[in-house]
């Protein structure tokens, strides 16, 4: 796998555990101002499975979409 898929499936991952522990889709991804990171994040929002989230430098905040919560249940 490449680095941007690995990242792709870590945020997947921590929203769901998080959604599965709390009910809330969110999960605080500190990537430390990776390129790869922040492609991941975007190409996830691209595909529908995260919300627009709040980016700082080397953080973010990404939601699951109810698409992203059904991809989850079905993939992980």
């Not at 101002?33 to 994040?41: H, L, N, V």
């Amino acid at each position: 796998m490449n680095k941007i898929q690995d990242y792709k499936n870590e945020i997947l991952r921590n929203c769901y555990a998080n959604y599965q522990r709390t009910g809330i889709a969110k999960y605080e991804f500190i990537f430390e101002y990776k390129k790869e990171a922040r492609t991941a994040i975007e190409e996830l929002h691209d595909e529908g499975l995260i919300k627009s989230t709040d980016m700082a430098i080397g953080m973010a905040y990404p939601i699951l979409t109810e698409y992203g919560v059904e991809f989850c249940e079905e993939n992980f």
